[in-house]
T-cell receptor
Framework: DAGVIQSPRHEVTEMGQEVTLRCKPI?????LFWYRQTMMRGLELLIY????????DSGMPEDRFSAKMPNASFSTLKIQPSEPRDSAVYFC???????????????FGDGTRLSIL | DQQVKQNSPSLSVQEGRISILNCDYT??????FLWYKKYPAEGPTFLIS?????DKNEDGRFTVFLNKSAKHLSLHIVPSQPGDSAVYFC???????????FGTGTRLKVLA
């Protein structure tokens, strides 16, 4: 079975450039999550979608970050303009959970390692 | 304020012995707990979970224990194998929510 697929696996770009990270959730999963992992803050939730609708974006650091989910099989996380402090590993996860939670584990992709020079 | 804490950043265990990884939480509203395993350059992989109505859940070599009064959970791996060497994260969520709060992880090294 195909798991959560993220692309690219690695991204190196210069400060000020636009960065787009992509995610394909597991088919049939209706919840999608974007996380960021850093040494300082560990794994933190950026945004959560349920049935393609953003439910909670309180973790998005600032307006430079945006996320979309145009359909059930695709989501993007965009950073514009990028800054060196955005360097981190970004994970996408999906689950069959309902909007209010149904004790279903989230399944993670292998992440995108982002380096902003 | 860290609601889920893994106070041991690393642990080394001999192959065949028991590995015990610990996790403490502060939020009494948490009622669902999970353990994830993470290898380098891969995403976290779900390992085992436990609901607050139980105090133990077993899956093969992996057992999770929950002590609600102490707000403490632990993961036991018996017997430990070199392939178990990874970073282990505990996570917790509250009833009616979707949000997991993750601990900072414990790096387990199983020595052959």
């Amino acid at each position: 079975d195909a798991g959560v697929i993220q692309s690219p696996r690695h991204e190196v770009t210069e400060m000020g450039q636009e960065v787009t990270l992509r995610c394909k959730p597991i088919s049939g999963h209706n919840s999608l999550f974007w996380y960021r992992q850093t040494m300082m803050r560990g794994l933190e939730l950026l945004i959560y979608f349920n049935n393609n609708v953003p439910i909670d974006d309180s973790g998005m650091p600032e307006d430079r970050f945006s996320a979309k989910m145009p359909n059930a099989s695709f989501s993007t996380l965009k950073i514009q303009p990028s800054e060196p402090r955005d360097s981190a590993v970004y994970f996408c996860a999906s689950s069959p959970g309902t909007r209010t939670g149904s004790n279903q584990p989230q399944h993670f992709g292998d992440g995108t390692r982002l380096s902003i020079l | 304020d860290q609601q889920v804490k893994q106070n041991s950043p690393s642990l080394s265990v001999q192959e065949g012995r028991i590995s015990i990884l610990n996790c403490d939480y502060t939020n009494s509203m948490f009622d669902y707990f999970l353990w994830y395993k993470k290898y380098p350059a891969e995403g976290p992989t779900f390992l085992i979970s436990i609901s607050s109505i139980k105090d133990k859940n077993e899956d093969g070599r992996f057992t999770v224990f929950l002590n609600k009064s102490a707000k403490h959970l632990s993961l036991h791996i018996v017997p430990s194998q070199p392939g178990d060497s990874a970073v282990y994260f505990c996570a917790a969520s509250a009833a009616g929510t979707y949000k997991y709060i993750f601990g900072t992880g414990t790096r387990l090294k199983v020595l052959a």
